[in-house]
């Protein structure tokens, strides 16, 4: 059974980089059958799709966030990772790591159990 | 961008009651849509994918529609299990939208 580990400080300083991994087991991650995402959710708020990697390293990101984003994938390591660049407390929230099929009608799943990220001043 | 807007925001309802969720996009999309079930403290758990295709393991009493830009998830008989929030999630060009979400309280 696949599972997603999410890993990484739990506090970062404004103006600072936010650095998580998400590490896979119970399956590869150099697959050319999935994508690999990050989600956040701030709290008591909605879903935010962050963006998404490709085992061959393509990107997608979310135009919100393209100027300060960066994922990275690892399949030695069967892992891929995130920065998020000059944080803000509105960066504050819970980040998620997810898999999702390259076929367009799929949807996320499975999801790692989050951690939490806090900006502070 | 497609924005994706769920109505209501907020549902409450009673064990064996029939709720229906909207999901309504800004523009004319394709069935790309997911919808999703979260309990507090929990990651989201996929219920529904390409509209109305159901994950393995969800109860039927979960279902999904599309009309045109409106998309429709269906719980048939409330169960108390089925007390959360839903997402929907909308996929295009590559790009990810998830709704704002409808959270489902018991009356």
């Known amino acids: 059974q696949l599972q997603l580990q999410e890993s990484g400080p739990g506090l970062v300083r404004s103006s600072e980089t936010l650095s998580l991994t998400c590490t896979v087991s119970?399956?590869?991650?150099?697959?050319?059958?999935?994508?690999w995402g990050w989600i956040r959710q701030s709290p008591g708020k909605g879903l935010e799709w962050i963006g998404s990697?490709?085992?061959?390293?393509?990107?997608y990101y979310n135009p919100s966030f393209k100027s300060r984003i960066t994922m990275s994938i690892d399949t030695s390591k069967n892992r891929f990772s995130l920065r998020l660049s000059s944080v803000t407390a509105a960066d504050t929230a819970v980040y998620y790591c997810?898999?999702?099929?390259?076929?367009?009608?799929?949807?996320?799943?499975?999801w790692g159990q989050g951690s939490l990220v806090t900006v502070s001043s | 961008d497609i924005q994706l807007t769920q109505s209501p925001s907020f549902l409450s309802a009673s064990v064996g009651d029939r709720v229906t969720i909207t999901c309504r996009a800004s523009?004319?999309?394709?069935?790309?849509l997911a919808w999703y079930q979260q309990k507090p403290g929990k990651a989201p758990n996929l219920l529904i994918y390409?509209?109305?295709t159901l994950q393995t393991g969800v109860p039927s009493r979960f279902s999904g529609s599309r009309s045109g830009t409106e998309f429709t998830l269906t719980i048939s008989s409330l169960q108390p299990e089925d007390f959360a929030t839903y997402y929907c999630?909308?996929?295009?060009?590559?790009?990810?939208?998830f709704g704002q979400g409808t959270r489902l309280e018991i009356k």
């Open positions: 997810a898999r999702r099929r390259i076929e367009l009608w799929a949807g996320f799943d499975p």
């Open positions: 119970g399956g590869s991650i150099n697959s050319d059958t999935y994508y």
């Open positions: 990697i490709y085992y061959t390293g393509d990107t």
């Open positions: 523009q004319v999309v394709t069935s790309y």
């Open positions: 390409g509209a109305s």
């Open positions: 999630q909308q996929l295009n060009s590559y790009l990810i939208a």
